[in-house]
């Protein structure tokens, strides 16, 4: 610009650009002039930093509207942007149905990923909302079993004052116990989940009050409710000083109603209902709070607050002392470390620990919905190019007339890198509207209970991301189309030559691309499907049907229902139980010789076992009259398989359960006890003869409901104190066959998608390889070919295709979900059947041939004439 | 075609170039507003005035010779034209004809307040 190189006077070059880019041509010379000249001043007066600076602020400054290059930017700049948008979307309007199932397809697209990104996205954001939550810890044992390490959520009773007292750098600590129990209210009777906990709980954690004090928890007889809690038993939050009666472990004990906590915000992995003083445990519980007892079920969750987030190690040093004080007090449960971890990810890392406080989901399932979605989009955007590229070929002449009158290269690509961006912007918006409305309530009915949701408002992330998917998107599936095309040769186009030397390679290499990611959804769709009725008709190892199951609390309910039980009819056998099996999860320490285990343990009154008709394979079920049984145990198949050792024979065999050895009377068949993918593992039964949690009653006849109302109408006559809480033997999976069965939906309506997608796609590049081939299929015809030879001809090249993705679908599908399945569902399946990947494959050879027939009856039916006489 | 009303700073602009006459152009028109009434505006508004005076035909231009402190461009020299000093002249005559219109005992209230 400033050739005057002498004078070292020239201005800011960047800034004169500037200008000269915006400002009005007629008016440049005099404004250059005036501030060239305002420039030499400033710099002879002062110095030249300070000089630019005011040269830049002048120029800037002429940002103004009567300053702006009207002219040049009609010819250029502006008229061309609107030119652009003014053609696309005439163009999108031409083709409504190519533009229409380009918008839909990467609108759904993005909403799915944008549904993924509010799930991913709810994971690490879980517990943010806690003030300090960088400085709260949860403390943690780790347990080694003979190798296999193990983390417990919980942590001994005296941990968190100890740590209290002596660790400088701990500000607070807290205790956590969950228990259930009975609340009543005036005739509002129910179970619920009880927290107990230490005062300083409500001051780490941040639940706000909205009545009552933070300090309520050092009264013993307080209780805070949470607001639905509230709600659900009083009918109003202002219910401060009100009655809450109780029953804990049978014993019924009155609480005052002392603060109500605000409404929980959605990402928080644990609250409460009932939240109680933590001294409340040793009353109904005869629990000690001042021992170093770490018999698991007395332990607690404890949490401390440190002064910084850095100081965990800090407590480490400290943690040495008490373990030794710990294992001396616990030879059965020995704990190899305390570990500290943070709250932020305890609930994501909550599905890697044994009874956790809080837990997130699963991350594989997070992940594999984080490689779908992405598949989908890679997906959407290879239609989209190969529908660009094919809907291009219609108009070449329009492309090489603009490039015949001057339009430049550059100009093409901005005209279709514009018409892009207006897709991806319209599929974009349709996409947030689509996530918004449809899919995350849809999310929120399939995972039931959760409560997903994204606001564009409230988080600034979701724009970003959205933004960032429009930008990624446009420029990832309109580079190529706009490169393609833009580089066609106008003279070949006009002469007609174009479409016998062009081979769009890269289209098929696209579709074979989609093929094969939509052969791998149909496949994970029906391969959960698959699983989903596997599990149906899995053979649960003993029969759960007509039999109702019943807690009770207490002798005196235990005796009523077996007296009902015994008069009526309606039931024909009984039994009573300590746990149940599907509900209860119990465990505990053995020692086989020398060695010890943890297995889970069921302790079952007398014909527990024979009503549940679990064939035996030898021995014999617990025998009341006999005394000896109370030193006896029955044990599964899997017990014996893996526990007895080869050198013992199976009189002889012991197993040493606290101080006592007892006898293995029987053996069963192994059954399903927590869902059909989780191994089976050794399992013992108990005598158990007083102290009964659960009576289990096997009926008569085919109508188990209105038995189970007979039974209703009995205890509530019985009991008014105590809610009905029966359940179904049958019923024991159900939460589980609704998880597998959220997967199958979802993996279902994943494939439908992605059916959706390359169907489409398929449609956009048949359209163009018939529309190339055209002169040589009218030929034919012409010739005499047969509609069937036309119809093999056409369809051939997109069956070579699929057989090219197929080969590389096949081997790569069966190998990842089998791996994938068996991290999901652990030795649920002996491999995987092949009739998922044959239906799919026959599923995506009727998609290819229903996708193209619509172009070749539209072949056939054309005169040939018509199509040869163009030249 | 635009309004013929004259703004504030639109009329001070004409008054200075005016005032320069003959050698009227945008940096010594913004200098000359300094030294007068000592307000300092940018370059950008002096030719934003200058442009809105021509638009509404108060002002004509022409271009001078390049000269070495410009870096070798001219400047463009500004004129006032006949219906400019009419629009001067008239709010010249409105503000005086409106001044005397006041009474005194408004003028000697507004000292004592």
Redesign the interface.
Known sequence: M?K?AKHDIRPPKLADRFLSWFCKDE?L??????????Y?VESEDGSKAKANLKYW??VL????P??FNRKRQNTNSIIMYRSYIKTGLRNLKKQKLASGINVFGLAVTIAISLVVYALVEKQFTLDNFHKDADRIFAVQSQIDWNGTEEIWGKSPMLIGPALLSEVPQVEQSTRVFVSQATVRFEDKVFNESITFADPSYLEIFSFPLIQGNSNALEVKTNVVLSSEAALKYYNDLNVIGKELKMVVDGKPQLFIVAGIAQQFPDNASFKFDFLVALQNVETAYGISLNDWDNIRNESVFTFVKLDDSQNAEALSSTFEKYLTVVNEINKDWQIKEFKTHELLSMARNGQFVKEPYASGSTPQILVMFGIISLLLLVSACFNYVNIAVSMAQKRLSEIAIRKVVGGQRKQLIGQFLTENFIVCFLATVLGAFIAVYFFLPGINVIFSGSNYYISLTEDPFVSLFLFGIFLVLGLSSGAYPALYISKFRPVEILKGKLHKAKRNGLGKFFLTAQFFLTFIAIVSGLLFTSINEFQKDQDWGYNPKNTIVLPVSGVEQFTAMREFAVQTPRVKAWAGMGNSIGRSRSQQPIQILEERHTVRTFRVGPGYLENLETPFISGRGFDEQLFTDQKSIIVNEEFMRKLKPTDMSEAEFTVKIGTEDFNIIGVVADFHFDNFFSPIVPVIFQLEKEDYNYIMLKTVGQNLTATEEVIKTEWARRFPDTPYAGFFQEEVFDQFFRETKSLKDVMSFVAYIAILLSSTGLFGLASLMIFRKIKEYSVRKVLGAKSKNIVALVSKEFFVLLGIALLLGLPVSYFSFDMMFEQIFPGSMDGLSAVPFITAIFILMGVILITISTHIIQLLRTNPVKNLRLE | MKGTQLGEFEELVLLIVGVLYPDAYGLNIRQEIHNQTGRKVAIGAVHSALSRLGDKGFLKSELADATHERGGRRKRLFQITASGKRAMEKNHEMRNSLFSQIPDLALKGLNYG
């Open positions: 400033n005057r008016l010379e005099e404004v250059k002039g005036d501030l060239y000249e305002f030499r602020f002048h400054n002429f940002l103004r009567f300053a």
